[in-house]
């Protein structure tokens, strides 16, 4: 399966679909211990802001020069969710602030706060604050777990440190190392050589200064091929390779040679999710993209994401997006709502 598209929706309250387990039981941040009292300073934001706009010049998401790394822009806030299926990944705002949702968990990040995704996650997100004058203005890193093994066997020589909690998304304090060190990446790239010869060495600064940040052990997960949230991304991959397949529970367990019941505590605890909720948020997202960008029927997409029952299919879309299937992609290309957002 290719991977999804992200949905962002321009519309007027963070209200995504009653079956995604949508209820919001708690909004988080990071913990104490991951933020300081302040964020980067004034001026490295606005620098940085101007950086990602010459790369955005107008709403959506651009893949710059060097492989992996995201400009984003959105000039207004969006209440309804967009819905996007984001990878191991470091996201960065340099101006305005957005929500992103997994299972019934709120996380909000801002220019103080950052965001990183330790597994292919499904989600919903709402920009909470922008405007045309100021619009939102994010950086978005892709990262390579085998990267990330290698460079984490330098900074923690002796071995990382067991984090307390194996996650798949978390919020950690912006640094104004981290800053300065994308600020520097988006002005290389604007040059071909440099981007070539001297980006990556900065990619690997960006994620030096990561792995010494406090959630620095647990970015560190992502490269551990013995982690438990190394070993749930294996079963996502296959989970995801197998979507639209009639799979079970011991299936997916038997994936990563674990029992159904472990299989299920771990992957909840990194997910949020179960694995067959999981699989369903999949199907749906998978079956909207392909209604709105391939321009497939309800009953088509249906069947090309495993489903066999069309009635059945059209229940759970409109639980999940708050609309049937047809009325939903008819009302987005009708208000002109819809942007595709260049992912992964």
């Not at 988080?28 to 955005?56: E, F, K, M």
């Not at 103080?112 to 920009?127: N, T, W």
């Not at 959630?215 to 979507?243: D, K, N």
């Not at 997910?271 to 699989?279: A, F, G, I, N, R």
Request: aromatic share 6%; charged share 25%; glycine share 6%.
């Amino acid at each position: 399966m290719d991977r999804m598209t992200a949905i962002d929706l321009q519309v007027p309250s963070f209200r995504p679909g009653r079956d995604s387990e949508p209820v919001v039981s708690s909004r988080r941040g990071a913990s104490p211990d991951d933020l300081a009292p302040s964020g980067p300073g004034t001026v490295a934001l606005r620098t940085l802001a101007n950086l990602i706009a010459s790369y955005a010049p107008h709403d959506g998401a651009f893949p710059l020069r060097l492989p992996g790394t995201h400009a984003i822009r959105l000039s207004a806030m969006n209440t309804e969710p967009g819905y996007a299926t984001l990878g191991p990944s470091l996201c960065l705002v340099a101006q305005g602030a957005k929500a992103v949702m997994l299972g019934n968990e709120v996380f909000e990040y801002d220019p103080a706060r950052m965001l990183v995704f330790a597994v292919d996650l499904p989600i919903s997100a709402q920009v909470t604050r922008a405007s045309r004058r100021e619009p939102y203005l994010g950086f978005r890193l892709d990262l390579d777990p085998a990267r990330i093994a290698e460079l984490a066997q330098r900074v923690f020589p002796r071995g990382v440190p067991k984090p307390s909690e194996n996650r798949g998304l978390y919020v950690g304090r912006a640094t104004d190392d981290i800053i300065d060190a994308v600020t520097r990446l988006l002005t290389l790239i604007a040059r071909p050589e440099d981007a070539y010869l001297l980006g990556p060495l900065t990619v690997d600064e960006i994620l030096i200064r990561l792995l010494r940040t406090p959630i620095g052990t647990r970015v560190a997960q992502i490269g551990a091929p013995t982690s438990g949230v190394q070993r749930m991304a294996e079963a996502i991959t296959w989970i995801r390779t197998h979507f639209a397949q009639p799979v079970t529970v011991d299936d997916m367990a038997a994936s990563v040679g674990l029992s159904a019941s472990s299989f299920h505590e771990r992957f909840k605890a990194v997910t949020s999710m179960s694995p067959l909720q999981y699989q369903k948020v999949l199907r749906l997202h998978e079956a909207r993209r392909l209604m709105l960008f391939q321009d497939l029927d309800a009953g088509d997409a249906c069947r090309r994401v495993g489903y066999l029952s069309p009635s059945q299919f059209s229940r759970e879309y409109a639980r999940f997006f708050g609309n049937a299937p047809v009325k939903d992609t008819a009302r987005l290309r009708a208000e002109g709502l819809v942007t595709k957002e260049a992912g992964r």
